[in-house]
């Protein structure tokens, strides 16, 4: 049976991240994206409106919704801004859904309630200065002594580094292993920002995102109990693999908001703006560009559904949610390209949204896989060189 119908709590998720964007994030965006500041009403409103933790249970602090409301949320939170959608990827995506997997219940209750409640602001520490796509080029190392382990590394290009409160940071445990390029030998942290030697600060000239805060870690010998490794030493990596299909996900069911933020600027534009006597939404090429952004949205979307579908079934979804990722930013970024056309010369300035949406639509095929990644995923998919096994672990169970 196959149902396109949403419920009605669902529903109430997309009003509520659609109220957030329309009252407190397009009003102010390109003012916060010019002096390249995160508005400092953001958290707390996302927080009051309970889009923090909608999607984790009830025991922990949230509302217990599914996966498709957290893409629906993603979609509107892009729609106000990219930047704003990125704090559901990481915050939910990257650091609480994992969490919710893999912690143990002393840390469940220490760090996913506060997560989900808004209280504590998290994030996902993987890359590094020099290594990202290759994420075993890693040098983050975790030293047991004692009761506790000894962090020392840099990471770069953290979502939110220099606001969080808590980070899941990826290291070598088994410096052997580390040699030998096995990934079996990385290990998956929460470290909190007040631990000695943890020091953050915010990268500024990006070329998005730019309302939102993007920057460094760096760990100085920091000393991180033994009681927050996540699951076992050596289950870094899949964590971090895990991790990445829930971001992923929203991702792609933003990058569907930024289709849409394109499609309906065009619309607008295109009954306003007359050339040859005509306005030009009368012009073919024109309404070309606009039916791609149509078409581009609505099979952008289908994919995102199906991973979400995927992931309400508990099912692994890691094929469908890069596929997903994968052309919802490919269209994205056609989307917005054809936005500016649309424009014509007042697309290349300030005064309207769309060089925005250019400038955003770029990154999203570089974090959480970079197109190149994602395409030789798929690829080797269907040449047999991969395939999704179920995980060992219990996946989150979500209410519908
Ligand atoms: C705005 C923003 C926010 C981010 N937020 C986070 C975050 O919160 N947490 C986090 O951990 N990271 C974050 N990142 C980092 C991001 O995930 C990495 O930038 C990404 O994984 C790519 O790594 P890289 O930049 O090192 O590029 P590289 O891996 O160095 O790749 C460079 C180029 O080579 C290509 N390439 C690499 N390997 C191959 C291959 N095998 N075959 C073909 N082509 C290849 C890539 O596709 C790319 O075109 C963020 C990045 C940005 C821009």
């Not at 390249?36 to 922990?60: S, V, W």
């Amino acid at each position: 049976m196959i149902d396109f119908s949403f419920t009605e709590n669902q529903l109430a998720v997309r009003d509520m991240a659609r109220e957030v964007a329309s009252k407190l994030i397009i009003p102010s965006i390109a003012e916060f994206d010019r002096s390249q500041k995160l508005n400092p009403e953001l958290l707390p409103a996302m927080a009051e409106a309970n889009l923090l933790g909608f999607c984790i249970p009830e025991a922990y602090g949230g509302l217990g919704m599914d996966y498709i409301s957290l893409g629906l949320a993603s979609e509107e939170m892009e729609y106000g801004d990219t930047s704003a959608r990125v704090i559901l990827s990481v915050h939910v995506g990257l650091f609480s859904l994992p969490v919710l997997t893999f912690a143990n219940e002393e840390q469940k209750q220490k760090y996913l309630t506060p997560a989900a409640k808004g209280e504590k602001i998290s994030t996902f520490g993987l890359t590094e200065p020099a290594a990202g796509s290759d994420v075993v080029g890693l040098q983050t190392t975790a030293v047991k002594d004692g009761d506790n382990y000894i962090l020392n590394g840099e990471k770069m290009w953290i979502s939110l580094a220099d606001v969080a409160d808590q980070f899941l940071i990826f290291a070598w445990t088994d410096l052997e292993k580390k040699k030998n390029r096995d990934h079996s030998g990385i290990s998956c942290f929460i470290v909190e920002r007040g631990f000695e030697g943890i020091s953050t600060g915010s990268i500024h000239g990006k070329l998005g995102v730019r309302a939102g805060n993007t920057g460094f870690i760096s760990m100085q010998d920091v000393k991180v109990p033994k009681e927050n490794l996540v699951h076992k030493e050596g289950s870094g990596f899949k964590i971090a693999m895990f991790c990445l299909d829930q971001g992923r996900y929203t991702v792609a069911a933003g990058s569907c908001g930024l289709i849409k933020a394109c499609r309906d600027a065009c619309v607008k534009y295109s009954k306003e703006r007359k050339t040859f006597g005509s306005f030009i939404e009368e012009h073919q090429l024109v309404k070309q560009m606009i039916a791609n952004m149509e078409a581009g949205y609505e099979y952008s979307t289908y994919l995102w559904l199906k991973a979400g579908w995927l992931k309400n079934q508990s099912l692994r979804s890691t094929k469908a949610t890069s596929l997903a990722k994968w052309i919802a930013c490919k269209e994205a970024e056609a989307a917005a390209a054809n936005a500016v056309q649309v424009h014509g010369a007042y697309g290349f300035s300030d005064e309207y949204p769309v060089e925005r949406f250019y400038r955003n639509s770029k990154g999203a095929s570089i974090y959480e896989g970079t197109r190149e990644i994602h395409t030789l995923m798929q690829a080797d998919y269907v040449l047999g060189h991969r395939e999704d096994k179920q995980l060992e672990l219990d996946l989150p169970k979500v209410d519908q």
